[in-house]
């Protein structure tokens, strides 16, 4: 039960709050406060052993999908295709996809038709580990300034411990003193 009344003290004392009105993330920096353990841990390594099959096949195609080499190689890919098909086939009359190049429409509205939704998973993924990410950094924000805030109030009761300590050292100084002056 000590750890409960330590965890409400800390929610009043250090946010000002009633342990009630806590967020998950304060909540959370308070337990840690409360048990004396670390806030923060590598949310991208988390994220990744978590990943599934899928998710990392999301994540390459929008890697591949979204890059200059990618578009490049598509670039060359249709040239060749249409020279392919207009001017070495075409000329022997074996062209196996004339233009206006049907197929190649067919081919591309399919890759396209798979790649955007695949693009979008990982977009969506991603945005999810961003969302996790800024509450993480936020925990570890909030862990930060408390405890410097605590750091300060224990560095100013040791400067008060230290002055009351000099002042008395002054008044006894003072008062041996005083009867060798009368």
């Known amino acids: 039960m000590k750890n409960r009344r330590n965890f409400d003290e800390l929610a009043r004392e250090l946010l000002g709050k009633a342990p009630s009105e806590l967020g998950p993330e304060e909540r959370n920096v308070l337990e840690s406060i409360s048990q004396r353990t670390i806030v923060a841990e590598d949310i991208a390594g988390r994220a990744e052993k978590e990943m599934s099959f899928g998710d990392r096949l999301s994540d390459r195609v929008a ?3 979204g890059s200059w080499g990618f578009i490049i190689a598509f670039i060359l890919v249709l040239l ?3 020279i392919l098909n207009t001017e070495i086939l075409g000329r022997v009359d074996k062209a196996f996809d004339p233009y206006p190049y049907i197929f190649l429409n067919l081919i591309l509205s399919t890759v396209a038709a798979i790649q955007a939704p695949v693009i979008m998973m990982s977009q969506n ?3 999810d580990k961003d969302r996790i990410a800024a509450t993480h950094d936020y925990e570890v924000n909030l862990r930060a300034e408390i405890d410097i805030i605590r750091l300060h109030e224990k560095m100013d009761l040791l400067l008060l411990d230290k002055v009351t300590k000099l002042q008395a050292d002054l008044d006894e100084i003072k008062s041996a003193l005083r009867p060798a002056d009368s």
Do not use: I, K
């Open 63 to 65: 890697e591949v999908g």
């Open 80 to 82: 060749s295709w249409m």
């Open 125 to 127: 993924r991603a945005s």
